[in-house]
T-cell receptor, first 113, second 112 residues
Framework: NAGVMQNPRHLVRRRGQEARLRCSPV?????VYWYRQLPEEGLKFMVY????????ESGMPKERFSAEFPKEGPSILRIQQVVRGDSAAYFC???????????FGEGSRLTVL | EDQVTQSPEALRLQEGESSSLNCSYT??????LFWYRQDPGKGPEFLFT???AGEEKEKERLKATLTKKESFLHITAPKPEDSATYLC?????????????FGKGTKLTVNP
């Protein structure tokens, strides 16, 4: 059974470019979460999605960041006009239930030059 | 606001030297408390879920316990391969709070 798949694993962007991070949840999981992790910091919640719906985006910056989980295909976290402060590891996690443990991917590491 | 505080931030042990990691939390109704292990450059790996005070769970050299205000991760006779960052997280029981709130973690180093 494949776990949560994230790509790309590493992404380098220049300031002002766009970054798109993709996440395929565990097969059968309909709940997807995105977290951001900075060096020496814990995991910070960004957004929680179910198929075609954003359930909780309280951790997402109001500008430049967006997320989707379409009916078909992976979940996408999109960062427009990236700045150096966006450099971080972005983790996707999925779950088959509303409550319970999350299963994480290996992360996408974004570096903004 | 739900909060999780982990201590110590870093811990160095000799192989075989047992110790405990602490996770203090404040949450408006605890649905579950979770322990994860994270290796450098990797995603968090699920270890345990605890649901109610008094509950304990074990896995190899690790044992997690839960009270109404904190959780402990006890490591018995650790080995170098137990070196990792251990993360604690809570999930609130009320609707609209399904997300896990994480602490900053405890970085454990076990020297041979």
């Amino acid at each position: 059974n494949a776990g949560v798949m994230q790509n790309p694993r590493h992404l380098v962007r220049r300031r002002g470019q766009e970054a798109r991070l993709r996440c395929s949840p565990v097969k059968g999981h309909s709940h997807v979460y995105w977290y951001r992790q900075l060096p020496e910091e814990g995991l910070k919640f960004m957004v929680y999605l179910q198929k075609e719906n954003i359930i909780d985006e309280s951790g997402m910056p109001k500008e430049r960041f967006s997320a989707e989980f379409p009916k078909e295909g992976p979940s996408i976290l999109r960062i427009q006009q990236v700045v150096r402060g966006d450099s971080a590891a972005y983790f996707c996690a999925s779950s088959p239930y509303v409550f319970g443990e999350l299963f994480f991917g290996e992360g996408s590491r974004l570096t903004v030059l | 606001e739900d909060q999780v505080t982990q201590s110590p931030e870093a811990l160095r042990l000799q192989e075989g030297e047992s110790s405990s990691l602490n996770c203090s939390y404040t949450v408006s109704g605890l649905r579950g408390l979770f322990w994860y292990r994270q290796d450098p450059g990797k995603g968090p790996e699920f270890l345990f879920t605890l649901y109610s005070a008094g509950e304990e769970k074990e896995k190899e050299r690790l044992k997690a316990t839960l009270t109404k205000k904190e959780s402990f991760l006890h490591i018995t006779a650790p080995k170098p391969e137990d070196s990792a960052t251990y993360l604690c997280a809570v999930q609130a029981a009320q609707g609209g709070s399904e997300k896990l709130v994480f602490g900053k973690g405890t970085k454990l180093t076990v020297n041979p």
